[in-house]
């Protein structure tokens, strides 16, 4: 006999294993566990790309991520800057999820374009203060005058010259602070704007809701178009003063036609906007974007005295 039993159960039993199959092993997301079927988490989206790369397709991997064509970022910021009114048609028929929401888009415009101008003015003001102090003087005379002519109809003429002389006596430091220290002046009323801007936002749209009133939209409808316009103000006026810092090179040539294109582009967008959100005629919607434009910039005026006030009063 050539095998025993033992050693014939043993051979037969290693044949078996090698024809038993073996079990896949199931991947999962190593960020929500969920079962994966591919290179992407059909649960979270993550890539399951290994993160031991080379580091310049990790660098790719980031810009695609933000300028790629399928982006809710570069989707969102050329709709914005080129098709008026395009964002808020599009956020009030339920195709959201394909672009940045509203207030979030209004951040983040509005941060970048204040640190920006503040790092710009914090840049200059010493050359500006330097270069600029006969016409800064004749300024603060100017302003002097508009001080000194506040009349508030609500004060008695005791408390409007009380409240004259107290601004006066504000002005004064600020004037020793700003010869002084004038960048860390500048930063300090740049910091309120944006908080002025943001509670101005809901005032300017009641003036839309009161001009549209007729077009039956509610409130949150006009906010959201307010919105976007004003995020694509920040980022056209960012543009804008990052091509004046190159005006008085030798790339002025290429600078000032768009610089002039930009100019133009901002009222008729603006004027495009509410022509395509509302749908109403052109000839209207041109009366109307002219009151908007005169109401808007009163109510951007009164909050640039308030901040200015308060940024005197606070020293």
């Known amino acids: 006999m050539l095998f025993t039993r033992p050693a014939f159960s043993r051979i037969v039993s290693e044949q078996e294993d090698q024809f038993v199959p073996a079990v896949p092993s ?38 695609e991520n933000i300028f790629g064509s399928d982006s809710r970022s570069a ?24 672009y940045i929401p509203p207030l979030r888009l209004y951040l983040i415009t509005s941060l970048i374009f204040f640190f920006v101008l503040s790092i710009q003015t914090s840049f200059n003001s010493d050359v500006n203060l330097v270069k600029g ?13 508009d001080i000194d002519g506040l009349n508030f109809l609500f004060l008695s003429e005791e408390e409007n010259q009380k409240l004259t002389s107290t601004i006066n006596e504000q002005l004064e430091k600020a004037k020793v602070r700003i010869e002084d220290n004038p960048g860390e002046f500048i930063s300090e009323f740049l910091d ?50 990052l091509l004046d810092s190159f005006g008085n090179t030798s790339l002025n040539v290429v600078v000032a036609p768009i610089s002039a294109v930009v100019s133009i582009w901002i009222p008729i ?16 919607t041109a009366v109307k974007y002219c009151f908007l434009a005169t109401f808007y910039f009163v109510l951007f005026g009164i909050g640039a005295l308030l901040v200015m006030v308060w940024g005197v009063m606070t020293l």
């Open 26 to 63: 199931i991947n999962r997301c190593p960020n929500c566990d969920a079962e994966l079927h591919g290179q992407f988490c059909y649960s979270c989206g993550q890539n399951q790309k290994g993160i031991d790369r080379f580091f310049l397709s990790i660098i790719n991997e980031s810009f």
């Open 75 to 98: 989707r969102t910021l050329l709709y914005l800057v080129f098709r008026p009114g395009h964002l808020s048609v599009e956020y009030f028929s339920g195709r959201r999820a394909r």
């Open 133 to 145: 102090s006969d016409e800064a003087g004749h300024e603060r005379k100017s302003l002097q005058a």
């Open 192 to 241: 309120l704007v944006p908080q002025v801007m943001f509670f101005l936002l809901p005032l300017f749209t009641v003036v839309l809701m009161l001009f549209y009133f007729s077009s039956g939209r509610y409130y949150t409808e006009h906010l959201i178009l307010a919105v976007h316009n004003h995020c694509f103000l920040f980022i056209v006026l960012l543009l804008s003063n």
């Open 269 to 284: 967008y603006i004027y495009l906007s509410l022509r395509v959100f509302y749908q109403q005629g052109y000839f209207i």
